[in-house]
């Protein structure tokens, strides 16, 4: 069962890009990596997901390198409402062991 | 947009009562997720449904059951609550195979049981 380890927060400014990472040394062959953001009182809402190498879409990308064990979930150019917490899974489709990570609250200062 | 409601925000229920949580989409989705939150632990997945009357255990799902007897609808179920079962549940659904992962959560019911 692939075990997920995130840092616990993260500070940033507006305009910066923000790199967090997600350690998933014993991810299986069948898992998917998928990252959430939540913001409090609300539930998770999905932001991207990929298996290897780098996928994109208009909020954010992320960066799988070829082992697999960690994953990299970029933010361009942040703003003041990116401040949030950030959450990697890592799961097989349809299969009952999803594992979320324990969360990274990331701060975007002024 | 694709809307997932849960029944109640807030519930405060005494140990030993069996509380319903009920979870609603309007999307159509075939696959239904309960989830519960607790600091410092991330979300775990109690069960899930990929289809009426299907469901399959999640990482946690002792001491819970679930009911999905129309598509829309996916209810958790806690037969003799406990203290330990104080936390946040948060039901999502996402559209079917291809898209697994892009799950839509609702905004969670806080349960205390006292």
């Known amino acids: 069962l692939a075990k997920t380890t995130q840092p616990i927060s993260m500070d940033s400014y507006e305009g910066q890009e923000v790199n967090i990472t997600c350690s998933h040394n014993?991810?299986?062959?069948?898992?998917?990596i998928t990252w959430y953001q939540q913001f409090p009182s609300q539930g998770p809402r999905f932001i991207i997901q990929?298996?290897?190498t780098k996928v994109t879409n208009e909020v954010a990308s992320l960066f799988i390198p070829a082992d697999r064990k960690s994953s990299t979930l970029s933010l361009p150019r942040v703003s003041l409402s990116d401040t949030a917490v950030y959450y990697c899974?890592?799961?097989?489709?349809?299969?009952?062991?999803?594992?979320f990570g324990a969360g990274t609250i990331l701060r975007v200062k002024s | 947009d694709v809307k997932v409601t849960q029944s109640s925000r807030y519930l405060v229920k005494r140990t030993g009562e069996k509380v319903f949580l009920e979870c609603v989409q309007d999307?159509?989705?075939?696959?239904m997720f309960w989830y519960r939150q607790d600091p410092g632990l991330g979300l775990r997945l109690i069960y899930f449904?990929?289809?009426?009357?299907?469901?399959e255990k999640g990482d946690i799902p002792e001491g819970y059951s679930v009911s999905r007897e129309k598509k829309e609808r996916f209810s958790l179920i806690l037969e003799s609550a406990s203290t330990n079962q104080t936390s946040m549940y948060l039901c999502?659904?996402?559209?079917?195979?291809?898209?697994?992962?892009?799950?839509?959560f609702g905004p969670g019911t806080r349960l205390t049981v006292t």
């Open positions: 999502a659904s996402s559209i079917g195979q291809s898209r697994f992962f892009e799950q839509y």
């Open positions: 014993n991810i299986a062959t069948n898992d998917y």
């Open positions: 990929g298996y290897k």
């Open positions: 899974l890592v799961g097989a489709e349809y299969g009952n062991k999803l594992v």
């Open positions: 999307m159509d989705h075939e696959n």
């Open positions: 449904s990929y289809d009426v009357k299907m469901k």
